[in-house]
């Protein structure tokens, strides 16, 4: 690897926020840039069938310049040279402000889409947009495509500056201009402007490919040319910051790529899970709107079945009512025509009737014409009710449609959402594997003084905010300070797991003083941490693995001042050497206690906790001064089958890691800072030998590493907790802290193998 490359590791770090930004434009542009070759020449003969011949050109020159052509191949060979074929570039301005490069052939507009390639331009988006003339109304040059009206080619002699054949155009000069987009341009003489170069003809420039050749060489992991040249463009043409930005986006995986190990499956997994990511995320988006829809249709639906029902009873009253004045008009009309009658007979024998009673007939004729004027309003009302409620069911039922489509659309979006989900998940178990297993979880301590300087943007990101810039580190979990002991422990369950498969598996809490480490590991009686944890785990795998006896044994170590100190040793502090054969560790004399249940190893570690405190006690020292090593030894032997498997579970919760200037020791304490530096820069130089595949592994640089080898190589399981203070006052050890931990999630510590190497104690 060449000096991009190590330009690129330094890069990586320090620009994350800015890389990751560009990786996205990087990943978004790249592979939909330029089209593949079938595609064109599909497109282009479907488009214009008598366009065969040049869409073979067009087919042979990218299917050349996709093969990389080899330096000594002229760029004549790789260039369109067809007579009869005018091109005429034009720019297109889309309202939403995007920019098309178009080119006119034989009377058929094309233009380069996102996704499809070439392709002829879509009648529906001449209404969404212009055509830029070069030339404005004034007569000047059109801003978004003019460079620079001074800028003419005869001043623009130097190494940016070159020629290629346009098909219809003959030589045209091409120059890199010194800006961050489309940086390459093409004289046009007949417009006397700079025009966009699109990247299917920038791909004949010497220059360029020189420099995808240079980023190719360094990359072999990446193997398309289209990603390389939009990821050129995006940055200036500058090789070195093309490579560090593909660190940003695959990291060690191109690392293993560039130590010899062809095998880009990693890369290829990356993408597709940012592909899922994105679809998921569109989902996600549409799920909430369908749901959101579906609740606002619901509360339509409930609202229209009120009225309905508040409709409902009031045209009931009103059939009520219309149908008691019916009843008494009946009666009236009866009575009146019983009145009639009577009358008629009456009129006939009697010719002077009673005029008293005369007027009583007219008074009650008078009456049942009002009675039967409101009888007639009362109908008309209860008709205008009944159609009232006649639309109100329409609209319920019309509503109950939308509604049951809706909730079809939702379950089938949610069934969508759920197998794209699935198979991230599965992308993601399969990249895990590949990468080898180490996790690196962030834990943020609870405290009332959280100040603003940090931000958890997900369950993986967690941003830092400092002197106006914003530091963002991705690990496998962010642990916010509200997470439960239970939640912190779920994280390392599989690995707990794979212990009993015979793995070696090894869990640190990294982080300066006071940030939660021993709270993380030990944790209270009440809310116990990892390590109870684990070890309850272990016990209960054991006991239901029937057919397999488990021997577990304790051991427990404290590493101060680069001495490694026994703690369960009956005869007081009892310190230990530690002796290496091949990958195999010993510490000879080490007491080894065997645990049945979880109350054994409750009074085994208390007791070990005592002999500490004494210690410390007796050198004037604190006990976060040291590293504390706890190691479960778990031999097992299947009762059928004979086979016996041995691994190691080693619980570390580590000095505090912050640096010897801001404690400001002196004395002994200095002593203290300076072996604690040393064992935890020690491990800092392990990770960074395992990430860039060293062969040599510094394990030896001090005790804590050289205890740890075998949980540390190629066939251990690893879980790093970086624990951190959510206080403003310590946002330097924060930083430093974090930057730890994500510089070891991107190190890879090879497949693991169960019953390997192992740390063999006591002997
Ligand atoms: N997530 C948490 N929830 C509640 N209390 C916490 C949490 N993390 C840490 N604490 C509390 O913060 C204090 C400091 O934590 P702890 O002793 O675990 O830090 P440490 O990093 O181990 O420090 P040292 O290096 O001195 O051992 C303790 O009182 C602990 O109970």
Request: hydrophobic content about 35%.
């Given at each position: 690897?060449g000096?991009?490359?190590?330009?690129?590791?330094?890069?990586?770090?320090?620009?994350?926020?800015?890389?990751?930004?560009?990786?996205?434009?990087?990943q978004?542009?790249?592979?939909?840039?330029?089209?593949d070759?079938?595609?064109?020449?599909?497109?282009?003969?479907?488009s214009?069938?008598?366009?065969?011949?040049?869409?073979e050109?067009?087919?042979?020159m990218?299917?050349?310049?996709?093969?990389?052509?080899k330096?000594?191949?002229?760029?004549?060979?790789?260039s369109?040279?067809?007579?009869?074929?005018?091109?005429?570039?034009?720019?297109?301005?889309?309202?939403?402000?995007?920019?098309y490069t178009?080119?006119?052939q034989?009377?058929v507009?094309?233009?380069?889409?996102?996704e499809?390639?070439?392709?002829?331009?879509p009648?529906?988006l001449y209404?969404?947009?212009?055509?830029?003339d070069?030339?404005?109304?004034?007569?000047?040059?059109?801003?978004d495509?003019?460079?620079d009206?001074?800028?003419?080619?005869?001043?623009?002699?130097?190494?940016?500056?070159?020629?290629?054949c346009?098909p219809?155009k003959?030589?045209?000069m091409?120059?890199?201009?010194e800006?961050?987009?489309?940086?390459?341009?093409?004289?046009d003489?007949d417009?006397?402007?700079w025009?966009?170069?699109p990247?299917?003809?920038?791909?004949?420039?010497?220059?360029?490919?020189?420099?995808?050749?240079?980023?190719k060489?360094?990359?072999?992991?990446?193997?398309?040319?289209?990603?390389?040249?939009a990821?050129?463009?995006?940055?200036n043409?500058?090789?070195?910051?093309v490579?560090?930005?593909?660190?940003?986006?695959?990291?060690?995986?191109?690392?293993?790529?560039i130590?010899?190990?062809?095998?880009?499956?990693?890369?290829?997994?990356?993408?597709?899970?940012?592909?899922?990511d994105?679809?998921?995320?569109?989902?996600?988006?549409?799920?909430?709107?369908?749901e959101?829809?579906?609740e606002?249709?619901?509360?339509?639906?409930?609202?229209?079945?009120?009225e309905?029902?508040?409709?409902?009873?009031?045209?009931?009253?009103?059939?009520?009512?219309?149908?008691e004045?019916?009843n008494?008009?009946?009666?009236?009309?009866?009575?009146i025509?019983?009145?009639?009658?009577?009358?008629?007979?009456?009129?006939?024998?009697?010719?002077?009737?009673?005029p008293?009673?005369?007027?009583?007939l007219?008074?009650?004729?008078?009456?049942?014409?009002?009675?039967?004027?409101s009888?007639?309003?009362?109908?008309?009302?209860?008709?205008?009710?009944?159609?009232?409620?006649?639309?109100?069911?329409?609209?319920?039922?019309?509503?109950?449609?939308s509604?049951?489509s809706?909730?079809?659309e939702?379950e089938?979006?949610?069934?969508l959402y759920?197998r794209?989900?699935?198979?991230?998940?599965?992308l993601?178990?399969?990249?895990q594997?590949?990468?080898?297993?180490?996790r690196?979880?962030?834990?943020?301590?609870?405290?009332?003084?959280?100040g603003e300087?940090?931000?958890?943007?997900?369950?993986?990101?967690?941003?830092?905010?400092?002197?106006?810039?914003?530091k963002?580190?991705?690990?496998?979990?962010?642990?916010?300070?509200?997470c439960?002991?239970?939640?912190?422990?779920?994280?390392t369950l599989?690995?707990?797991?794979?212990?009993?498969?015979?793995?070696?598996?090894?869990?640190?809490?990294?982080?300066?003083?006071g940030s939660?480490?021993t709270?993380?590991?030990?944790?209270?009686?009440?809310?116990?941490?990892?390590?109870?944890?684990?070890?309850?785990?272990l016990?209960?795998i054991?006991?239901?693995r029937?057919?397999v006896?488990?021997?577990?044994?304790?051991?427990?170590?404290?590493?101060?001042?680069?001495?490694?100190?026994?703690?369960?040793?009956?005869?007081?502090?009892?310190?230990?050497?530690?002796?290496?054969?091949?990958?195999?560790?010993?510490?000879p004399?080490?007491?080894e206690?065997?645990?049945?249940?979880?109350?054994?190893?409750?009074?085994?570690?208390?007791?070990?906790e005592?002999?500490?405190?004494?210690?410390?006690?007796?050198?004037?020292?604190?006990s976060?001064?040291?590293?504390l090593?706890?190691?479960?030894?778990?031999?097992?032997?299947?009762?059928?089958?004979?086979?016996?498997?041995s691994s190691?579970?080693?619980?570390c919760?580590?000095?505090?890691?912050?640096?010897?200037?801001?404690?400001?020791a002196?004395?002994?304490?200095?002593?203290?800072?300076?072996a604690?530096?040393?064992?935890l820069?020690?491990l800092?130089q392990?990770?960074?030998?395992?990430?860039?595949?060293?062969?040599?592994v510094?394990?030896?640089?001090?005790k804590?590493?050289?205890?740890?080898?075998?949980?540390?190589?190629?066939?251990?399981?690893?879980?790093?907790?970086?624990?951190?203070?959510p206080?403003?006052?310590?946002?330097?050890?924060?930083?430093?802290?974090?930057?730890?931990?994500s510089?070891?999630?991107?190190?890879?510590?090879?497949?693991?193998?169960?019953?390997?190497?192992?740390?063999?104690?006591?002997?």
């Open positions: 690897m000096t991009g490359a190590s330009k690129a590791q330094s890069a990586q770090k320090e620009n994350v926020v800015d890389n990751e930004e560009k990786a996205t434009v990087i978004n542009c790249s592979a939909s840039t330029l089209p070759n079938t595609s064109i020449r599909q497109q282009i003969v479907q214009n069938p008598e366009d065969e011949e040049i869409s050109d067009i087919e042979q990218v299917t050349i310049t996709q093969k990389v052509p330096p000594q191949q002229t760029r004549a060979e790789i369109l040279e067809t007579e009869d074929v005018s091109v005429t570039f034009e720019s297109f301005q889309h309202q939403s402000g995007a920019l178009c080119f006119t034989n009377g507009r094309m233009y380069f889409d996102d499809k390639g070439i392709v002829p331009f009648q529906e209404n969404q947009g212009k055509f830029l070069p030339y404005d109304e004034s007569g000047s040059i059109h801003d495509i003019r460079q009206s001074n800028e003419n080619p005869s001043h623009l002699e130097n190494n940016r500056t070159n020629s290629i346009i219809g003959g030589m045209v091409t120059y890199i201009f800006e961050r987009i489309n940086v390459c341009k093409y004289y003489n417009s006397d402007a025009l966009i170069l990247l299917l003809w920038e791909m004949n420039l010497d220059f360029i490919l020189h420099r995808v050749q240079q980023v060489e360094a990359l072999p992991a990446i193997t398309d040319f289209k990603e390389i040249l990821a050129l463009r995006l940055c043409y500058d090789p070195d910051e490579i560090s930005t593909f660190f940003a986006m695959f990291g060690d995986s191109l690392q293993s790529n130590n010899g190990q062809q095998n880009f499956e990693p890369i290829a997994l990356q993408r597709e899970i940012s592909k899922k994105k679809k998921i995320e569109v989902l996600n988006k549409k799920l909430q709107e369908s959101s829809e579906l606002t249709l619901r509360l339509k639906c409930k609202y229209f079945e009120e309905k029902r508040h409709l409902i009873q009031q045209a009931e009253s009103l059939y009520e009512k219309v149908a004045l019916q008494e008009q009946a009666k009236y009309l009866h009575e025509s019983e009145i009639k009658c009577k009358n008629t007979q009456i009129t006939d024998k009697l010719q002077n009737y009673s008293l009673n005369k007027g009583l007219i008074k009650m004729l008078r009456d049942a014409h009002e009675l039967s004027i009888n007639n309003k009362l109908r008309v009302l209860a008709t205008s009710g009944l159609s009232e409620i006649g639309l109100s069911m329409e609209h319920v039922r019309s509503m109950t449609m509604l049951r809706s909730t079809k939702i089938e979006i949610r069934s759920q794209e989900t699935m198979e991230r998940k599965l993601y178990n399969q990249l594997e590949l990468r080898g297993n180490i690196v979880f962030c834990r943020c301590r609870l405290d009332d003084k959280k300087h940090l931000e958890f943007l997900s369950d993986e990101d967690i941003a830092v905010n400092c002197n106006s810039s914003k963002r580190f991705r690990y496998d979990q962010v642990f916010l300070p509200q439960t002991q239970e939640d912190v422990f779920e994280g599989p690995i707990i797991r794979s212990c009993v498969d015979g793995y070696n598996v090894c869990i640190l809490a990294y982080g300066q003083t939660g480490k709270y993380t590991m030990m944790g209270t009686e009440q809310k116990p941490g990892v390590n109870i944890r684990s070890i309850r785990e016990l209960h054991c006991h239901e029937e057919r006896k488990y021997v577990i044994r304790i051991s427990m170590l404290e590493i101060y001042n680069e001495g490694v100190w026994d703690l369960l040793s009956h005869d007081g502090n009892k310190q230990l050497e530690i002796r290496s054969h091949g990958k195999v560790v010993t510490l004399g080490l007491t206690m065997e645990v049945l249940n979880e109350e054994d190893i409750k009074r085994i570690m208390s007791f070990g005592k002999n500490r405190t004494v210690a410390s006690t007796k050198m004037n020292t604190e976060s001064r040291s590293h090593i706890v190691i479960f030894t778990l031999n097992g032997v299947d009762t059928i089958s004979g086979i016996a498997s190691t579970l080693t619980l919760d580590l000095a505090g890691s912050e640096r010897i200037s801001k404690t400001e002196i004395g002994q304490r200095l002593v203290e800072a300076a604690i530096n040393k064992s820069t020690a800092g392990v990770f960074t030998a395992l990430k860039t595949n060293s062969l040599h510094p394990y030896r640089n001090s804590l590493t050289h205890l740890l080898q075998p949980s540390l190589s190629g066939q251990a399981k690893a879980c790093v907790f970086v624990n951190i203070s206080d403003v006052k310590d946002l330097g050890e924060t930083l430093s802290s974090l930057q730890f931990g510089s070891i999630q991107q190190i890879a510590l090879g497949k693991p193998n169960p019953q390997s190497s192992n740390i063999k104690l006591g002997h």
